[in-house]
Nanobody
């Protein structure tokens, strides 16, 4: 089982940028699809971005498309979320999630990326607060 540790959260002002990192340990490699989810108080956890194991496929929610960029460096077992033009409504706890997907199946997992139920490894979360 892979272990995930997020970092990079903090308090910023509207319009600022942040880069979140998620380091995977254990059996982490290019066979893990990864996602970034957010959860605001009183709301359900929802996907913001996801990336396939080898980075060939990505998904973005409509809310972050054009502002956030997900990327990965498999040599470092790290997934990033570059967040630009941050808004107060981006305030939430951000979670990194992973799911083992064999290379031959990665293209079929693309449609499953947005759903939290399809991931079985989760980090502890990192708080992002955007002030107006």
């Amino acid at each position: 089982q892979v272990q995930l540790v997020e970092s990079g959260g903090g308090l910023v002002q509207a319009g600022d940028s942040l880069r979140l990192s998620c380091v995977a340990s254990g059996r982490a490699n290019g066979s893990y699809a990864m996602g970034w989810f957010r959860q605001a108080p009183g709301k359900e956890r929802e996907v913001e971005a996801a990336i396939s194991g080898i980075g060939s496929n990505t998904y973005y929610s409509d809310f972050v498309k054009g502002r956030f960029t997900i990327s990965r460096d498999n040599a470092k077992n790290t997934v990033y979320l570059q967040m630009n033009s941050l808004k107060p409504e981006d305030t939430a706890v951000y979670y990194c999630a992973g799911r083992y997907v064999p290379l031959s199946r990665q293209v079929y997992f693309t449609s499953a990326m947005p759903s939290a139920k399809n991931y079985d490894a989760w980090g502890q979360g990192t708080q992002v607060t955007v002030s107006s």
